[in-house]
């Protein structure tokens, strides 16, 4: 019996802590999901010539900050981000756009980069809507990296865009979080979900996706469902990893933009 009994308690024990621990995972998940820099950015112009800082107001009342670079094309690129970093580091990526004469608008979510607030799937989704609201150009692609293809396909669904390139993209949260804690049960944790391959295939605008083979993070085979999810064009970076430049600036990735915003405006 006093086997049966200490046997017991350990299992008790066992239980008690892993309860504990779950609950501190639903408590704090928030904080494994977004990663920001919450450091205000610089002014605009002092990273990208030309460029110019904008405000948009959210509709729960949030000014958040965010960069436009200016352009002559008739496409307009709007960025949303992945869950870490802020707009300064998706510099490089605006740059490389302009070079193109393509205007880009790149968005801070609530949180990032000095902007007031806390991240969730449903600010994330208004923060989007205040940048989409902000854009006065005839055509707009929505560029969306990782985390943000999650925003910009919702974002698709209610302000249709003439293109959408989603770059990492995974098929729900839940699906990237099980790879990267495969020990956990993520599915029944998660209380922001960002869905992708099961809206997906009601965007009627032309869709890319951009994938790297060497991604562990976003394992291409999320990436490839949620293509074959959307019947999308896919641009396949050899070896390339999750945070690796050439899925930030690289030349694949900047052709599959540049290519569908000829696409958009090209005569029928």
Excluded: C, K
């Amino acid at each position: 019996m006093g086997v049966v009994t200490t046997l017991a308690r350990t299992a008790l024990v066992v239980a008690a802590v892993l309860i504990l621990l779950l609950g501190l995972l639903w408590v704090f998940q928030r904080r494994l999901i977004y990663l920001p820099d919450s450091d205000p950015a610089p002014p605009a112009a002092s990273v990208l010539p030309g460029a110019r800082d904008l405000t948009l107001t959210t509709r729960d009342g949030l000014r958040l900050a965010a960069w436009y670079v200016p352009g002559h094309h008739d496409v307009t690129v709007l960025v949303t981000g992945g869950n870490a970093g802020n707009r300064l580091h998706r510099a490089p990526l605006a740059r490389a756009l302009a070079a193109h004469g393509l205007p880009v608008l790149l968005m801070d979510y609530r949180g990032y980069g000095g902007n007031p607030g806390n991240p969730t799937e449903e600010g994330l989704h208004l923060d989007a809507l205040a940048a989409r609201d902000a854009i006065r150009s005839p055509h707009v692609i929505y560029f969306g990296e990782s985390l943000g293809a999650a925003v910009a396909t919702r974002l698709a669904l209610e302000r249709p865009p003439d293109g959408l390139v989603l770059r990492s993209p995974f098929t729900d949260l839940a699906a990237a979080g099980q790879v990267n804690y495969p020990f956990l049960p993520v599915r029944a944790l998660l209380r922001d979900r960002f869905p992708v391959a099961d809206g997906i295939a009601s965007v009627r605008a032309p869709v890319v996706v951009v994938y790297g083979t060497g991604d562990t993070i976003v394992p291409p085979h999320l990436s490839r469902a949620v293509a074959g999810a959307a019947r999308a064009t896919t641009v396949e970076v050899a070896g390339a990893g999750h945070n690796d430049l050439a899925l930030l600036n690289g030349r694949e990735l900047v052709g599959a933009v540049v290519d569908l915003a000829e696409r958009i405006t090209r005569p029928s």
